[in-house]
């Protein structure tokens, strides 16, 4: 195990590269929820950990409008939970770093090393919690527009879109969720959804049953985004029957499901089908010494409580790993 002391006086702090030198006991890949809760739990044990991430702290957390289910907190939003779980998370003499993971390979002696888009780094043991990213249509006009009137996120471009007419496309409880944090801008919020019935929990959709914003289109499909300049309109094909609709719109917002941010682990790891990780009850991989956490995981609940709840074991897991190496 290296001492903490050694690791903490130079190692502190957010910084944007680093040398080949660098050794950890712990590297925790992602810095949502699972591994800020991981982070903080081998720091706390002494152990010299380091936290990578790509983007923002605070994962998907960070882009969710308000959130009523985790534990301690009546409503909160998203990008206040994220700060709160960033700060708590480093308060223990973490280090943390801003790249991307690009490779975990075999090192020496046992230990892993952990190529980044800024350098590489050298760990006994790695926990992965690096989560999900939205899925996207794949339909014409989707990529050319991103940015100019397609989003994925309601809460990064919601207020751009005051007094427009938008659409949210998806049945679960992300997309209800996140068109009614829409309606507190748009003037009215289409949900267009491809079967007659949403995915999301009761409790979500009778809230956005009450919401007099929001108008619901079941049965069809986008077929095509459509504009200038910026997004114009949508072309809604109904399942079934073939039919065309053209529904005017300025901002179309795209929930229809997340895929596991896992291509790094490829070669290094067995993944199923979907990308998913499958671990034991304590997160340990196949791999002796990897771990991993939170959504990137093959199971059934995705949620911030069971998130943090993984990261957790994970950590302690990882530390009984490095303590007997
Ligand atoms: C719109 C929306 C609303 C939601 N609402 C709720 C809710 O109300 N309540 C609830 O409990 N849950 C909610 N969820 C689900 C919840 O946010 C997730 O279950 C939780 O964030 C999962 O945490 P995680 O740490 O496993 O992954 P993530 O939150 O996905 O974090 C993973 C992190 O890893 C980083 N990363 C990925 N690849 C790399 C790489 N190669 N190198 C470095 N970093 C990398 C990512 O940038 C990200 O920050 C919602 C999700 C969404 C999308």
């Known amino acids: 195990m290296l001492t903490r002391v050694a690791q903490t006086g130079k190692q502190k702090g957010r910084t944007e590269g680093f040398g080949m030198q660098e050794q950890f006991d712990v590297a925790v890949v992602g810095g949502g929820p699972a591994g800020m809760a991981a982070a903080l739990y081998t720091s706390r044990a002494k152990l010299a950990t380091v936290i990578i991430e790509s983007n923002v702290f605070g994962g998907q957390v960070a882009v ?46 046992g ?97 956005a049953r009450h919401n007099p914003k929001l108008r619901f289109v079941l049965g069809r499909v986008v077929e095509e985004i459509r504009g200038d300049d910026g997004v114009q309109e949508v072309a809604l094909r109904e399942v079934g029957s073939g039919k065309v609709d053209v529904l005017p719109a300025e901002g179309v917002f795209i929930y229809v499901g997340m895929e596991p941010s896992t291509e790094f682990l490829r070669g290094a790891l067995p993944l199923s089908g979907d990308g998913l990780i499958a671990t034991d009850q304590r997160m340990r991989t196949v791999v002796p010494g990897l771990f991993a956490a939170g959504d990137v995981r093959a199971k059934t609940t995705r949620q911030i409580a069971t998130a943090v709840g993984e990261g957790v074991e994970a950590a302690l897991a990882a530390a009984e790993f490095v303590r007997e190496a």
Not at 82 to 104: K, L, S, Y
Not at 127 to 148: M, Y
């Open 111 to 207: 230990r892993f090393v952990v190529r980044t888009s800024t350098g590489s780094l050298g760990a006994r043991s790695v926990i992965v919690a690096t989560g999900c990213r939205h899925r996207t249509l794949g339909v014409p006009g989707e990529k050319e527009f991103q940015s100019r009137g397609v989003s994925y996120c309601a809460v990064c471009d919601g207020p751009f879109y005051e007094g427009a007419d938008v659409v949210v496309v998806g049945g679960g409880d992300s997309a209800l969720q996140e068109a009614a944090f829409l309606s507190q801008y748009a003037s009215s919020v289409t949900i267009v959804h491809r079967r007659q019935e949403f995915r999301a929990s009761t409790s979500v959709q009778e809230k």
């Open 64 to 109: 969710t409008g308000v959130i009523e289910n985790y534990p301690g907190f009546t409503s909160i939003p998203g990008t206040e939970l994220a700060q709160r779980m960033h700060e708590a998370a480093m308060r223990f003499g973490a280090a943390e770093r801003i790249a991307e993971v690009e490779a975990v390979l075999p090192g020496e002696g």
